[in-house]
Structures are given as C-alpha cells and as structure tokens.
C-alpha cells in the first residue's frame, strides 16, 4: 500500500513560470524518503490555455499498522 502528498505550485501571472521552484521541491522529498511520480498541469486554467498552476505528485510505501 501507498501513501501519497501532492504539493501545489501557482505560477506568475500573465506567464507560464512556475512562483517556486520545482527542483527543490523534489529534492526535499525525496530526502524525506518520498519518490517522484508525475508533475500534473491542468490545461486551459488560465486565458491563452497556459496552466495556472500545476502539482507535483509523490509516493512512499504506507507504515504498517
């Protein structure tokens, strides 16, 4: 079984650049023991179909009960 975390990242107004970056992001948790899966940008959230945010999914085996 998995457990996952989904971390949020908005970009710039009026540009497709992410406020935050992404590779730190991954980094940290991959320390914390999480794997990188996907980056999902949801199309179309902003004028022009420029995502106006995107997230950044992870994974790790759950701690048994």
Do not use: N
Not at 26 to 55: D, K
């Amino acid at each position: 079984m998995y457990e996952y975390r989904f971390e949020r990242i908005d970009m710039k107004f009026m540009s497709s650049t992410p406020q935050r970056d992404y590779h730190e992001i991954i980094e940290r948790y991959a320390r914390e023991g999480w794997r990188f899966v996907q980056i999902f940008a949801p199309a179309s959230v902003m004028s022009g179909g420029a995502a106006g945010y995107m997230e950044i999914i992870f994974e790790r085996e759950a701690e048994k009960a």
